[in-house]
């Protein structure tokens, strides 16, 4: 049976896992639009209590802002090296641009109780997209390799295309 979570949002959130990076039963991660006119993006955690019954997520009731802002559903995704453990947003510029954007979060100043920094806005350079509806990490297969995080997209036209971008966030 669904569950109320405490939020409103005016389109779909993008939700993610963390299997045991809190050092507990893990964290699921969401963002979502505000139900308002400032199409604010914001950010909110759940920790997973081992029932497997959904309404035994308790969700933060004060989602934190991340200072961006978009006219659609956003997409999430992980981003590990030795070096960083990011927190990756991606979503549609809140103007008629519809420029595909990315922002991020370092996980473990968050787990450590630090906050929840938000690095500002960067576009992918010449991409842009009408919705944007999944992104995902591409691992590592070969020594040296650096892991892209993938974003899947409808074209920004009325092609109906689907396409997809990779990226390397760094903050």
Known sequence: MSAPIGQTSQ???AVILDSG??????????????????????????????TGDSADQKWDPTPIE???STHSAPG???????????????????????????????????YAGKGAAWSPSTALEGESARELFACGT????????????NV???ANDDSGRLLTVGFIPSI
């Open 11 to 13: 389109f779909q959130p």
């Open 76 to 110: 999430i995704a992980f981003y590990q090296t030795p070096t960083q453990n990011l927190l990756v947003a991606v979503f549609i510029a809140n103007d008629s641009s519809n420029r595909i954007l990315w922002s991020a979060m370092d996980l473990p100043t968050f």
């Open 138 to 149: 591409i691992g590592v297969t070969t020594p040296g390799e650096v892991p892209l995080v």
């Open 21 to 50: 990076g809190d050092g507990g039963g893990g964290m699921s991660h969401m963002l979502f639009v505000s139900d308002d006119s400032s199409n604010r993006l914001l950010y909110t955690t759940s920790a997973q209590i081992r």
């Open 66 to 68: 991340t200072g961006q």
């Open 152 to 154: 899947y997209f409808l």
